[in-house]
């Protein structure tokens, strides 16, 4: 079925309420009949079907005062109704809605001129004549049609309907993941919680689980309605009631349902203003509102004023190029997009250029601008919410920036800046340690903010110019020879083993000191071991076997001495921590010397 999604917008007493009556036979003011009705919630106030086509009614308040309500309701509109009463015409409520419609992004807009029994085929005309001057003087939605209406003339209201059922549906947003704004919250009788939203990207199914951005948790789904019929699942364009799992005092209006890791919450967004009128000044406390989310925020303008930076009081989950208008005072100040979703600190001389880039969609400028302020990476996993690009589309606009290195797997774009300076790192490590034998995965365990295709990179070209030479993936200086630090590396490890006594460092500390690649290292401890030159006494403790025979000793004059030996007893005679006094304790057990009685062990003597 084609969906289709109409929001009613005009001044008050213009009759839109009473139009949307006529045409569904739905009052859409009887909000208390619907919270009796359970999860049976007529979602959009109203709907009319005919041969596979539906059309959703958003009724919105004409009032001045409640034009954040309008506001609301317009995200994800196909096209809008605007109602003008024939017997009154423009109003400027007429014009705040139309500038609100052109800022959410509506395309079209049908005008119905209602009440025109009221008035004479002259009146008729000329009120037909303004709206047409009016939308031939602004930009933004395309006028479908103008029609007079009376609810008392049913011909009429048949033409308006079949206009409205030949509307195409705009294209949904193509997106991977379910995003939805609460903007009805109920708790029926024996039904739980339910909300009510329309359905901005991708799809849920009845049981699948969904993320409250706002809280961080997961809801389940229990069951979906749309119009009034239970649905397995719901769709990008579709006006739903979904029945959650979670307590109605938990949830909010203008709380956003989505799939699982695609957006985070920032306090600071930066912003474009498609329109501005009575501006609010610089340092202005304002109502930020997107979607059905509502936050108050601090404006603050940007030397092209077209850009402000919004602080706002609490996180706002948004995504790059989302519609949004600012209220001042509780009237319209202006609105436009989106740009800057997630919080990037900037040098001023470069957020202009940023800001510009993004108002343009020029993406490969942008990451220019970005990499040029991520000297140690810049992430595109968050590509969806930062750009509303997938990553084939940022890997792909990311692949064409000249000198830049793309690691593909980990969705981190690196500056030329990035590789030379593990490039000098590296310098820095073989200068300090020619026998230094490393892989890419060790030196990403030293920086931590390379990835492992990075420094493989780096490594590779250095290969390339005969700085270093590669033996079974692990890279060394063209000067050493592979074999001897080989044969040397035993030599090493366990040299440092012996000298560290009886309390040695952990293997991993010790490979990093030693400059030797982590598997390269265990290979050679697990030689050692098995020809018992190292003990293993725990998992990251191996002690050398000489050092081991002065423990035991130790411990065998503190049983002699004292008739047993304990943790306690133990930790003060030898001066070790706990950790280590515990392992040689656990060591001693399986040695069969040893009674245990409780945590004392006492010498087993006879045998």
């Known amino acids: 079925m084609r969906e289709l999604i109409v929001g009613t917008a005009g001044h008050v007493d213009h009759g839109k309420t009473a139009l949307i009556e006529a045409m569904t036979g739905y009052n859409g003011d009887e909000t208390a009949q619907e919270k009796e009705r359970g999860i049976t919630i007529d979602l959009s106030f109203s709907n009319m079907r005919r041969e596979g086509v539906n059309v959703a009614f958003i009724d919105v308040p004409g009032h001045e005062r409640l034009v954040k309500n309008m506001v609301s309701g317009a995200f994800g509109f196909d096209a809008a109704l605007l109602v003008i009463a024939a017997d009154e015409g423009i109003m400027p409520q007429t014009l705040e809605h ?23 085929e002259a009146t008729l005309r000329r009120r037909k004549e303004e709206v047409e001057a009016l939308f031939d003087q602004s930009e933004g939605p395309r006028l479908v049609g103008v029609l ?4 008392h003339d049913g011909a009429s209201i048949e033409r308006l309907k079949d206009l409205l059922f030949g509307l ?25 919680t339910v909300v009510t939203g329309t359905v901005l990207s991708g799809r849920i199914e009845r ?11 997961a809801a389940a789904v229990r069951a ?45 967004i930066d912003v ?100 040029h302020n991520h000297a140690r990476g810049f992430g595109l996993i968050s590509s969806q919410q930062r750009f509303a690009l997938s990553h084939e589309e940022a890997l792909a606009i990311a692949r064409g920036i000249e000198g830049a290195f793309v690691d593909e797997k980990a969705l981190v774009l690196y500056p030329a800046e990035a590789m030379d300076r593990v490039r000098r790192a590296l310098e820095a490590i073989y200068e300090h340690n020619p026998q230094a034998l490393l892989s890419p995965a060790a030196v990403t365990l030293r920086m931590r903010w390379a990835s492992e295709a990075l420094v493989a990179e780096v490594m590779n070209r250095m290969l390339d110019e005969g700085v270093l030479k590669e033996a079974r993936g692990l890279y060394l200086r063209a000067d050493q020879d592979e074999q001897q630090l080989q044969n040397g590396l035993e030599e090493r490890i366990y040299r440092v083993l012996d000298e560290e006594g009886i309390t040695p460092e952990a293997p991993y500390n010790l490979y990093d000191r030693l400059m030797i690649d982590r598997k390269e290292g265990d290979r050679v401890l697990k030689a050692l071991s098995r020809r018992k030159k190292v003990i293993r006494l725990a998992h990251n403790l191996f002690v050398t076997e000489g050092n081991l025979r002065r423990v035991l000793e130790m411990m065998k004059a503190i049983m002699q001495e004292e008739g047993y030996i304990d943790i306690r007893l133990f930790k003060a005679k030898s001066s070790m921590s706990r950790k280590y006094c515990i392992a040689y304790l656990e060591y001693l057990d399986k040695s069969g010397g040893v009674i245990r009685e409780g945590e004392r062990r006492r010498a087993r003597y006879g045998g």
């Open 224 to 268: 979906i309605q749309i119009h009034g019929r239970e649905s397995e699942e719901a769709h990008t364009h579709q006006r739903a009631a979904l029945q959650l799992d979670l307590p109605y005092t938990q949830l909010q209006k203008g709380f956003l349902l989505c799939s699982r890791g695609y957006f985070r919450g920032f306090t600071s």
């Open 148 to 151: 007079p209406t009376s609810i």
């Open 207 to 217: 049981g699948q689980k969904i993320t409250v951005a706002e809280l961080g948790k």
């Open 168 to 192: 195409e549906a705009r294209r949904g947003e193509d997106a991977p993941f379910f995003r939805y704004y609460i903007d009805r919250l109920f708790s029926p009788k024996g039904v739980g």
């Open 272 to 371: 474009h203003f498609k329109e501005r009128g009575d501006a609010p000044p610089h340092g202005s406390e304002v109502l930020f509102i997107t979607g059905s989310k509502r936050i108050e925020a601090r404006i603050l303008y940007y030397a092209d004023e077209r850009y402000a930076l919004l602080r706002l009081s609490q996180k706002a989950f948004t995504r790059f190029g989302d519609p949004f208008v600012v209220l001042h005072k509780g009237r319209l100040a202006g609105g436009g997009e989106v740009l800057v979703p997630i919080s990037e600190p900037i040098r001023k001389n470069r957020k202009i250029p940023l800001l510009d880039a993004l108002r343009l969609r020029d993406f490969p400028k942008a990451f220019e601008i970005l990499l």
């Open 98 to 120: 139309l500038a609100v419609l052109r800022i959410v992004g509506v395309e079209r807009i049908v005008v119905a001129l209602s009440k025109a029994d009221r008035v004479d």
